[in-house]
T-cell receptor, first 112, second 109 residues
Framework: NAGVTQTPKFQVLKTGQSMTLQCAQDMNHNSMYWYRQDPGMGLRLIYYSASEGTTDKGEVPNGYNVSRLNKREFSLRLESAAPSQTSVYFC???????????FGQGTRLTVV | QQQVKQSPQSLIVQKGGISIINCAYENTAFDYFPWYQQFPGKGPALLIAIRPDVSEKKEGRFTISFNKSAKQFSLHIMDSQPGDSATYFCAALVDKLIFGTGTRLQVFP
């Protein structure tokens, strides 16, 4: 049982480049989330999708876009990467909005 | 604006001791309070959780104490072991999960 799978695991971008982080879950969960983790800041919510076809902004959405492609997949796009977006990104899913979330292994992104 | 405040930032405990991590929240609409454990290079994993209609929940060596009137909850790790060395996050949920800033726990033999 794979759970939540994120790709890639590591990525280095130059300032201004774009990229998409992929996330897929095989637990038939309705809700999916993208977080970023920075030292001393905990995990901060970027965007979430309460159900297929809906997306909402979290605490730190600026500079990001998301797509809930289908029930399984939720992607995060950086249109023009900035050094401030250097972080570890985690995707998570939950059965619905008010149950525990299960996390992927993370994507370590460095923007130079 | 930090909706969930967590302390301490780091904690050093001797093997066999009790580790205590505290969290406070502001939004009274939060209705689910999980604790996550994260090892280096891994994603957070659910450790234990509580709902506000219960004042305490125990699972093995891990206990959550919940004080609804004070809007505070805490994690107690009894008989702490070196394998418990990790970062712990409290969180609160209503529609979406909001995390505290984390506590790095180190348990020395």
């Amino acid at each position: 049982n794979a759970g939540v799978t994120q790709t890639p695991k590591f990525q280095v971008l130059k300032t201004g480049q774009s990229m998409t982080l992929q996330c897929a879950q095989d637990m038939n969960h309705n809700s999916m989330y993208w977080y970023r983790q920075d030292p001393g800041m905990g995990l901060r919510l970027i965007y979430y999708s309460a159900s297929e076809g809906t997306t909402d902004k979290g605490e730190v959405p600026n500079g990001y876009n998301v797509s809930r492609l289908n029930k399984r997949e939720f992607s995060l796009r950086l249109e023009s990467a900035a050094p401030s977006q250097t972080s570890v990104y985690f995707c998570a899913s939950s059965a619905d909005r008010n149950t525990e979330a299960f996390f992927g292994q993370g994507t370590r992104l460095t923007v130079v | 604006q930090q909706q969930v405040k967590q302390s301490p930032q780091s904690l050093i405990v001797q093997k066999g001791g009790i580790s205590i991590i505290n969290c406070a929240y502001e939004n009274t609409a939060f209705d689910y309070f999980p604790w996550y454990q994260q090892f280096p290079g891994k994603g957070p994993a659910l450790l234990i959780a509580i709902r506000p209609d219960v004042s305490e929940k125990k699972e093995g060596r891990f206990t959550i104490s919940f004080n609804k009137s004070a809007k505070q909850f805490s994690l107690h790790i009894m008989d702490s072991q070196p394998g418990d060395s990790a970062t712990y996050f409290c969180a609160a949920l209503v529609d979406k999960l909001i995390f505290g800033t984390g506590t790095r726990l180190q348990v020395f033999p």
